[in-house]
């Protein structure tokens, strides 16, 4: 699985960093009285390096060892407080051939993936294209959206949505209005899972504060431009916003995605920990979480976790692959 | 034109309105004595009652104040130390040219991948070893580091759609790449980086996993430990105190945010291009 | 690895001690353990955490190699720390003076002929009713000798008279303390002494089709009213007032006593006089790590919570009901109302209970929350008695 992850990476800055010809012709003729390439590509790697230096501290020093280290205790037995015995590759034969969690886990995940990131980013495009307009009051109605997202996965909030979704909740109180007699959202396990999309679109903050830096850093010349051109405003905002904010778009897909494979926190204190009611919110990490920590065994969570890593990069690499279809860098000189 | 506004104006304020029930209704909760709160049918409080606040302000002593502070610094470190690591990385993978580059961006986003609780005990034993335990260092020094790769890829998507004529024009000036990041890129890049300063901030500011292994002395409590401090499994919560303390600890981080969203919105358009 | 054993931030022959607990039992502690180092000058460095990541916590100081000296420990998870050899055997310190707890408690830590925890604070389980709902319906609930049965019969009436959105009895089916009582209950243990299951597939049959029973003559709450309460007292159905009686620890009954505007009260569960199902329960237990450094002064630590006075006075309840008759004489007198009763139930216990023959094995606290699961799938319809019975002895087998 490493190798997808490193062909993700190098297709997409690849597909990114490469020059156009011309450009990369033009930079050589430049240098071209020093061409012999030393002195220049000396320099630049060493610039490379160095700009780089604090990140490679922080790989080598701090990242590298744990993950290296969760990797090899995925192929042992490991409760924590004795020592890891060596097991193969069973762990991942288990996890693959004989564990319904599992499979309920990554049904579980995969639809609050599929649900929730195109809601949450589509709610974040929609309000930071309204948001970015000039109107009195903005300042204040940006901060309020905000407001969910900063109230995070703190204690309160599963109390809060047990108020909001529950069988008295106020969403059932406001069906009531028309008549309408709602399920107990959160204890029923056709609607439990709902809910906690609904937490994450409704705490949508951060995806559309990148989408409003996204459309700020889009020159306005570029629009005026086009609005000589007679462009209506949903001509202007198709066929000039939307492909200039692709790099952003891009960002938000493919973090949002990874995020929404990872997510915990919801899951866990809205249904304490348990993932229920009967495994209906049971996400792939609170299971991971539950293993290493309730469990004790932390060989077979640091499998599970490869597995996930595994699928997330998959999917980060068919994200890359097609980025270069859809997705145009201002610094390729289009 | 008017009623064009006007119309905006109705329909984000109905967005916020339901936005902000269940925060209205949190903040409600926190005037409320206790045995009043979770009673069915009773929506409004029939007497305010104010005494959450000093009462959860004072509870686990050195009390909520503290927490406040201490969660400042954290969380103040934590945005020095992205702003000035990350936004170096990212340079490097944006706009320099060096060889196995793309192998070290996929290592960089491979880094985001992994589930947290799957390294975290060989990373306890890491910090235990240089003997961080139990201050703020684990929390702080990583992101001097540059261990969030999220405001990397963030920064080098940002720096990539900057046209590359304007640092071209400084290269020919003779300007080396130092001077091309911090002149050049970095004055264009206000939302980005306000990006960055406001999410670290508050992502740590709410963080509750790191702060729960690495603290360990009540006195360096963060605002997320202290929290749960009102919830307790094995007996009585203080859900009044609870809600108070919540929407408290909300303020410093709002406040950071309205101060920071001019210039989330302080784009190319004010500072770059144009001028 | 300087940090090992002498630990983060504590000076040379300085304890760490770690406890989970919120403002009562963090003021209660602190003040005891302040008192403690002003009598004995032992300095304790300490590490409090609220229940939720208190485990995640201590499993990662202790994989760390990082472990405090003192730990509260709770019955359902010292078998998992002891079997792996992170805990000290108490048995071998010979300055352990703890003779005052009482005779049901005082062997509660123990596995096998190893102790491996001195119990902190008591509970137990009872019966909390709310008198409001219970008055309505015109019930009165039976004494000190009633069965199951009985208690399934006044649920359905409590039911019948107070309407369609009002349920007797919250669903215990999921709890498996109540199930070991009712094993119990019929005259066995739950647990043969070494650790396997003495109970049989019919007992979980007939107990998961009581509860099934009872959720159709509506006497416990359908399965949504019951998951909506999941993990939050004050969303249970007994504090929103839709159930009129409920199983709960004796700390539990304060804290609904708190949450609800009606007065509660506080009954025996289910007792057969000849066979009492009850026993006295470590509500915590304080432990040694096996890694400390200052081993003595940990266990110095234990006898002076147990024994002094000061200390007695300054827990007060807060961790739950003192172990020891010296100290619960000592605290009457100085309660909340709430805190009284419990501490009363306390005592009738005391007199109506027989000791549990083991302490909990390792695998415990993951079959109590297997039958949590199990019994939710069965009230959702997902799942049928026989399957679910299936399942638990399947995974209840994969430990032993």
């Known amino acids: ?327 145009f860098y201002a610094d390729e000189g289009r | 034109m008017n009623l064009k506004r006007v119309a905006l104006h109705a329909f984000l304020v109905l967005v916020c309105l339901g936005m902000l029930y269940p925060l209205l209704w949190m903040l409600r909760s926190s005037f409320m004595p206790e045995e009043q709160i979770f009673s069915p049918g009773t929506l409004l409080p029939t007497e305010i009652v104010a005494e959450n606040y000093p009462e959860g302000w004072r509870a686990n002593p050195p009390g909520f104040g503290r927490f406040l502070v201490n969660s400042a610094v954290v969380s103040m470190g934590a945005v020095i130390g992205n702003l000035a690591a990350c936004t170096l990385a990212a340079y490097a993978f944006a706009r320099i040219e060096f060889p196995l580059k793309r192998v070290w961006f996929a290592a960089m986003l491979a880094t985001v991948m992994i589930p947290v609780h799957a390294t975290l005990i060989p990373q306890y034993t890491i910090f235990t070893a240089i003997g961080w335990v139990d201050t703020y260092l684990p929390l702080v020094i990583p992101k001097f580091l540059a261990t969030d790769a999220f405001f990397i890829f963030l920064l080098v998507q940002f720096m990539r759609s900057i046209p590359r004529e304007l640092d071209e024009a400084a290269e020919i000036d003779g300007c080396g790449h130092f001077q091309r990041f911090s002149r050049v890129l970095l004055p264009l890049m206000t939302p980005a980086l306000a990006t960055t300063a406001v999410f670290t901030f508050i992502w740590s500011y709410e963080d509750f996993m790191g702060p729960l292994i690495y603290l360990a002395d009540i006195n360096r409590y963060t605002v997320p430990l202290g929290l749960r401090m009102f919830m307790n499994g094995m007996g009585e919560s203080s859900y009044g105190q609870l809600f108070a303390m919540t929407a408290l600890s909300l303020a410093p981080v709002f406040v950071v945010f309205m101060i920071f969203q001019r210039r989330l919105i302080e784009g190319i358009a004010t500072t770059g291009l144009k001028g | 690895m300087g940090s090992r054993g002498g630990g983060s931030g504590a000076g040379a022959g300085e304890v760490r001690a770690t406890w989970w607990g919120g403002d009562s039992e963090n003021s209660a502690l602190n003040a005891a353990l302040d008192a403690l180092a002003q009598e004995t000058g032992t300095k304790v460095a300490r590490e409090t955490q609220a229940w939720d990541g208190y ?136 647990y043969a002494d070494d650790g396997t299951l003495n109970a049989t597939p019919e007992d979980l049959t007939a107990w998961l089709q009581y509860w099934q029973d009872l959720r159709d003559a509506g006497g416990a709450p359908p399965a949504d009213v019951t998951a909506e309460g999941q993990g939050e007292l004050p969303n249970t159905a007994l504090a929103q007032g839709r159930a009129a009686m409920g199983f709960g620890w004796t700390q539990d009954y304060v804290a609904y006593a708190r949450l609800s505007d009606s007065s509660l009260s506080l ?132 430990f032993t």
């Open chain 1, 1 to 327: 699985m490493n190798a997808t992850t490193h062909e993700a990476g190098a297709r997409g800055p690849g597909a990114a960093g490469s020059h156009p010809p011309g450009r990369a012709s033009a930079e050589r003729t430049r240098g071209a009285g020093r061409r012999r390439w030393s002195p220049r590509r000396r320099s630049a790697t060493f610039a490379g390096y160095l700009f780089l230096l604090p990140w490679f501290l922080g790989l080598f020093g701090l990242v590298l060892g744990p993950m290296l280290a969760s990797a090899y205790l995925s192929f042992t037995e490991y409760d924590l407080f004795t020592d890891a015995q060596w097991v193969g590759l069973s762990n991942y034969t288990e996890i693959i051939g004989s564990d319904p969690e599992f499979r309920q886990s990554v049904g579980v995940t995969f639809t609050y993936v599929l649900a929730s990131v195109p809601l949450r980013l589509l709610f974040a495009l929609a309000l930071a294209v309204v948001l970015n307009r000039t109107l009195r009051g903005m300042a204040f109605y940006r901060s309020v959206m905000y407001l969910p997202s900063l109230l995070g996965g703190s204690v309160g909030v599963a109390v809060l949505w047990r108020q909001l979704f529950g069988r008295d909740g106020a969403v059932n109180e406001f069906l009531g209005l028309f008549g309408i007699d709602g399920p107990n959202w959160i204890a029923d396990p056709d609607y439990s899972l709902m809910t906690i999309i609904v937490l994450a679109v409704w705490q949508f903050g951060s995806p559309m504060i990148i989408f409003l830096a996204g459309l700020r850093n889009i020159p306005p010349e570029m629009g005026e431009a086009a609005l000589v051109d007679g462009a209506g405003p949903l001509r202007r905002f198709l066929s000039i916003t939307i492909p200039l904010l692709t790099p952003i778009i891009f960002f938000n897909v493919v973090m949002q995605t990874i995020v929404a494979f990872q997510a915990f926190t919801p899951s866990f204190i809205i249904s304490n920990g348990t993932g229920g009611p009967v495994g209906s919110t049971l996400f792939y990490t609170l299971y991971l979480y539950q293993k290493a920590f309730t469990e004790f065994e932390m060989g077979y969570a640091s499998a599970l976790a490869w597995i996930l890593v595994a699928i997330i990069a998959a999917v980060t690499a068919v994200a890359f692959l097609s980025s270069r279809r859809w997705v």
């Open chain 3, 55 to 190: 485990w995640d916590r201590l499993a990662t100081q202790t994989a760390g190699g990082n472990a405090p000296d003192l730990i509260m420990q709770a019955g359902s998870q010292i078998p998992d720390y002891a079997e792996r050899g992170t805990l000290l055997d108490l048995n071998t310190q010979e300055t352990l003076d703890v003779e005052a707890i009482d005779e049901g408690l005082e062997q509660f830590g123990l596995v096998g002929d190893q102790l491996y925890g001195v119990v902190a604070a008591s509970n137990a389980m009872g019966l909390v009713a709310r008198d409001d709902l219970v008055g309505q319906a015109g019930l009165s609930l039976p004494g000190d000798d009633y069965d199951w049965e009985e208690l399934a019969q006044i649920a359905v009436s409590a039911h019948d008279a107070l309407g369609d959105e009002i349920w007797g009895l919250q669903d215990g089916g999921g709890d498996l303390i109540l199930f070991v009582m009712k094993v119990r209950d019929d005259g066995r243990q739950f």
């Open chain 3, 267 to 398: 009954h025996l569960p289910p007792h057969v006089p000849a066979t009492p199902s009850l026993w006295m329960n470590a509500a915590s237990l304080w432990s040694v790590s096996s890694t400390s450094s200052v081993p003595d002064a940990a266990v110095e630590l234990i006898n002076q919570l147990t024994n002094s006075t000061e200390a007695i006075e300054a827990l007060g309840i807060s961790l739950g009901i003192p172990p020891s008759e010296a100290a619960r004489e000592q605290l009457t007198g100085s309660l909340s109302a709430e805190e009284q009763i419990a501490m009363d139930y306390m005592s009738t216990v005391a007199e109506v209970s027989t000791p549990l023959n083991r302490l909990w094995p390792a695998g415990f606290d993951e079959l109590r929350t297997l039958l949590g699961d199990l019994n939710e799938a069965v009230a959702f319809g997902d799942l049928s008695i026989p399957d679910a019975v299936d399942q638990f002895f399947t995974t209840a087998t994969d």
